[in-house]
Nanobody, 115 residues
Framework: QVQLVEAGGGLVQPGGSLRLSCAVS????????MGWYRQAPGKKREMVAT???????NYADSVKGRFNASRDNAKNAVYLQMNSLKPEDTAVYYC?????????WGQGTQVTVSS
């Protein structure tokens, strides 16, 4: 079973930056497209960014131009660089497979954007 461990969240002021990381267990990581997702209180989980095995990316309109997803297949890791953060970016952020998840989710990492 794939295990996912997200890290890097925290409290940041509007306009600030954070870099999230996600460690993924398993030997087939380089074959999977990965996604970053987030869930705000009272809202459904939504896709934020995706990154293909070769590193091509796609973003939700709400974060386009501000977030940058990447991966390191040698380290079994994906990253999300978040710039120009807004209060509406406040959520728990998760990584998982895309479009289908791996059957379970990690604990996520809390991102809070507030002054």
């Amino acid at each position: 079973q794939v295990q996912l461990v997200e890290a890097g969240g925290g409290l940041v002021q509007p306009g600030g930056s954070l870099r999230l990381s996600c460690a993924v267990s398993g030997s087939r990581f380089s074959r999977y497209a990965m996604g970053w997702y987030r869930q705000a209180p009272g809202k459904k989980r939504e896709m934020v960014a995706t990154v293909t095995p070769s590193g091509s990316t796609n973003y939700a309109d709400s974060v386009k131009g501000r977030f940058n997803a990447s991966r390191d297949n040698a380290k079994n890791a994906v990253y999300l660089q978040m710039n120009s953060l807004k209060p509406e970016d406040t959520a728990v952020y998760y990584c998982n497979g895309f479009p289908g998840d791996f059957g379970s989710w990690g604990q996520g990492t809390q991102v809070t954007v507030s002054s």
